[in-house]
Each structure stands twice: as structure tokens, then as C-alpha cells.
């Protein structure tokens, strides 16, 4: 559960930053930044699209970490685990 936590928390904070920008009277997310071209509402989105990327590469990281048993050594508790090269009459 913490994991799925430390991924869902930036995305739902953005989302919902921008839903309630949406739903405030006013157009705020039409708001000029910096005297710019680019508003609020543009550097909102992109914010999000960065969070959701950054988590999405977190959580793909994270998942071959725990997943992929050929990226660890075999640690104390699982030493008498067979090793990948004995697998299947391989030598």
C-alpha cells in the first residue's frame, strides 16, 4: 500500500489542483505567467504530464527491482536458492 501511495499522491495532487482551478469562477487558468505566451493552465498540464511520467519510469523501475530475480543476488535468508546457471541441466 505505501508504494501504491508514493505513486498516486503526485498525480492526484495534480489532477486535482487542476480540477479545482477548473471549477473556480474566473479564468484563472487562462492567466498570463511572466508576461509570456504561456499561462497557468499550459504550465499546469505540463507539470502533471512530468509527474505522470516520472512515476510511471518510478514505478517501472521499482516493479523490475522486486520482479526480476536475475537483477539480485541471492541474499542470506535465500542462499540455498539454486543458481541461474544450474537451472535446467545448464552448466
Not at 69 to 88: K, M, S, Y
Request: aromatic share 6%.
Amino acid at each position: 500500500m505505501h508504494l501504491d501511495l508514493a505513486y498516486l499522491v503526485p498525480n492526484a495532487l495534480c489532477f486535482g489542483t487542476a480540477v479545482t482551478l477548473i471549477a473556480l469562477p474566473g479564468d484563472l487558468l487562462a492567466t498570463r505567467l511572466f508576461s509570456t505566451d504561456m499561462t497557468a493552465g499550459l504550465s499546469l498540464y505540463l507539470l502533471q504530464a512530468v509527474a505522470l511520467l516520472a512515476t510511471a519510469r518510478r514505478f517501472d523501475h521499482r516493479s523490475a527491482c522486486l520482479l526480476d530475480p536475475l537483477q539480485h543476488a541471492p541474499t542470506e535468508a535465500n542462499a540455498t536458492a539454486v543458481p541461474v546457471q544450474q537451472i535446467g541441466g545448464f552448466r
